[in-house]
């Protein structure tokens, strides 16, 4: 059970004392709890806790499991959607289980006391964060986004290129932006390293400012940046960008805001642009797509491509896919 299950004899002791339990039961046992425990509204309390404990035991040598790894390693490309579909589970069941290292990481600060570290604890006024009830249809937002009206063809050009766009955003009617943790520190620290003497505030440009991230940026993050380090000349970094845009996040807007800072209200208006110019592009890539299936559709059987139009295919593929940060975009989880 430990090479299937690996760190999961706390868990099984818990719930299997007799130890009379096989591989199929335990995982059954498994995603059953993980599918039915993560419904639960999270308060601070001890439902909640004795809640989350539970399913951190499920998640957590789901997470482990021979079954999961076995699944993310497949290499056969019949079995891509499958393999996908595994490592977004795997995913997911981490980011329920980060909780948990965070009290392992405050545990291991308390017994090292000299590491220097800072709760970022600041309760942003003036931001775009709170929950939302988005509209009824997606199209809307689009057009809406886009500044202009969609055309029929454009509806069915977006719906067959995103065909699970309509069940998705029927499926999270709210969402709830936050400031991305990366934006949450520079807002934390740039006040302090702005406002202090001439030399301070000279010496605040020349330095680089790494931060370090357990994932990269994401897009609307590394724009807001890119646009506060040329407001502000500082020269913040974070360990690169994936490229996709996210639902859930928030404009800082007022948030933090600081003295001498001319360009401030910039930086929300830099990265809508940068939104915007994705959605522009993304709605020519679609066209061009649609246009090229309805020319193929009309072709004679002798074709006279040359396999160009392939390869421009696969690199506009790669592009749907994130590869490329300021190129097309992937529809938003
Ligand atoms: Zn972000």
Redesign the pocket.
């Known amino acids: 059970m430990e090479e299937e299950f690996p760190h999961s004899e706390c868990y099984r002791k818990a719930l299997y004392p007799d130890q009379q339990v096989t591989v199929d039961v335990m995982l059954d046992g498994l995603i059953r709890t993980c599918r039915d425990a993560s419904i639960f509204e999270m308060h601070e309390d001890q439902t909640s806790f004795v809640q989350y404990v539970q399913l951190f035991g499920a998640a957590d040598a789901l997470q482990n499991s021979r079954f999961l790894l076995q699944l993310t390693s497949d290499r056969n490309l019949l079995n891509l959607e499958r393999r996908e579909r595994a490592a977004r589970l795997k995913r997911r069941l981490g980011k329920i289980c980060q909780y948990a290292r965070i009290e392992q990481l405050i545990k291991m600060v308390k017994r090292l006391p000299n590491i220097l570290f800072r709760w970022v604890e600041d309760n942003l006024i003036g931001t775009g964060e709170g929950t939302f009830e988005i509209g009824v249809d997606p199209m809307d937002a689009v057009s809406r986004g886009l500044q202009g009206e969609l055309s029929s063809q454009d509806i069915d050009a977006i719906n067959e290129r995103f065909p699970r766009l309509a069940r998705n955003w029927d499926q999270r009617r709210f969402i709830n932006p936050r400031i991305?943790?990366?934006?949450r520190i520079i807002l934390h620290l740039s006040p302090t390293l702005l406002s202090g003497s001439l030399t301070v505030f000279l010496s605040a440009h020349a330095v680089q400012r790494p931060i370090g991230c357990s994932k990269r940026?994401?897009?609307?993050?590394?724009l807001w940046i890119d646009a506060f380090n040329s407001g502000t000349r500082m020269l913040w970094m974070t360990s690169g960008s994936h490229g996709k845009p996210?639902d859930n996040?928030a404009l800082p807007g007022a948030a933090g805001e600081m003295k001498g800072v001319r360009a401030w209200r910039r930086f929300d208006e830099h990265v809508i642009m940068g939104v915007y110019t994705r959605l522009t592009d993304t709605l020519a890539g679609v066209r061009k797509l649609a246009a090229k299936r309805i020319s193929d559709e009309h072709a004679s059987s002798g074709s006279d491509s040359d396999g160009s139009e392939g390869a421009e295919d696969d690199h506009i593929g790669k592009i749907w896919a994130g590869d490329h940060v300021a190129g097309l975009p992937v529809p938003m989880n």
Request: with cysteine; net charge negative.
């Open positions: 991305h943790a990366e934006l940026s994401c897009l609307c993050c590394v996210y996040w």
